[in-house]
């Protein structure tokens, strides 16, 4: 697949369309093209208004070169088919050109992204037929492929020394969000053995891989009610043994016997470029 049209508001952070956005920018370059243009995802976006934005704007914004795109003629172009697969990065929130791309082009070349919270309510957009990847999948359903958050890949940068068994920063309690930059947020986890992580609004959080680029490992205090089609790529079973062995064994020992497991398998399964990979494959499936 030579070019791709990337629709998405591109007004606002959405981890999901973000993370998939900046994957597959990795893998394709030029060649894919984002509408509407997604700002926040460029160095050069301003640092002080990239702070303004959901999560202080962390991980996720000022990533990526602002390379020459050609945004123009859009309607012409879809009218020509000259993109060989249009993705909606958020259908829910964004369906610019649907009417006229759901005309032209074959449905297994138009592909909705759903990186909403909601596990049990997948939007109507499934009965049009084309290839519908979910984040927070509760079953299996035909159609519909799960996708998960990742962690872009200029971020991964684990470290091994460290301070104090369990990092400070607790999503359980408010009061512990105390970092006010990604550098110290960061360094939390790097000088930390372990983080506590859980669900929230749903079970993907971008904070489970925040934890392992820094080279901490995520306690995920409720993992074992995870969903199969949730979080597929994320190796769960480690995060199990760990919980198990949080019992019966010091921390220092936990660490050493699955730290470099689990961040190698975190490396080459959850870094945005990972995802860009994965995600084409199953479109190219799809065809």
């Not at 082009?105 to 909705?112: A, E, G, L, S, W």
């Not at 596990?119 to 999948?137: A, D, S, V, W």
């Amino acid at each position: 697949m030579k070019n791709i049209l990337y629709i998405s508001p591109g007004d606002h952070l959405d981890y999901q369309d973000d993370c998939l956005f900046i994957g597959l920018r990795e893998v394709l370059g030029e060649s894919l093209v984002d509408l509407n243009k997604r700002f926040h995802s460029y160095v050069s976006y301003e640092r002080e208004d990239a702070k303004k934005l959901y999560g202080k704007g962390m991980t996720v914004t000022r990533l990526l070169e602002d390379i020459p795109i050609d945004r123009s003629d859009t309607l012409k172009k879809i009218k020509s088919k000259f993109y060989d697969l249009i993705v909606y990065g958020s259908i829910n929130r964004c369906h610019d050109y649907l009417h006229t791309a759901m005309q032209v082009y074959p449905k297994n070349r138009i592909v909705f992204v759903d990186g909403e919270d909601g596990q049990n309510y997948i939007k109507p957009y499934i009965y049009l037929g084309c290839p519908y990847f979910k984040r927070e999948l509760a079953t299996k359903r035909q159609g519909v492929f799960p996708i998960s958050f990742a962690i872009p890949t200029m971020k991964f940068n684990p470290s091994f020394v460290k301070e104090r068994d369990i990092a400070y920063c607790d999503p359980r309690d408010r009061r512990t969000y105390i970092y006010n930059d990604e550098d110290s947020y960061y360094f939390g986890y790097k000088q930390s053995s372990f983080a506590i992580t859980t669900r929230k609004a749903g079970w993907d959080c971008l904070r489970h891989y925040e934890i392992l680029a820094n080279g901490a490992l995520p306690l995920f205090l409720d993992i074992e009610n995870c969903p199969e089609s949730t979080m597929t790529t994320f190796n769960k079973d480690i995060c199990k043994k760990i919980l198990k062995d949080m019992n019966r064994e010091t921390a220092s020992t936990i660490y050493e016997k699955y730290a470099e497991a689990f961040i190698d398998y975190a490396k080459k399964n959850n870094t945005t470029l990972a995802l860009g990979n994965t995600f084409l494959a199953q479109c190219r499936a799809n065809l």
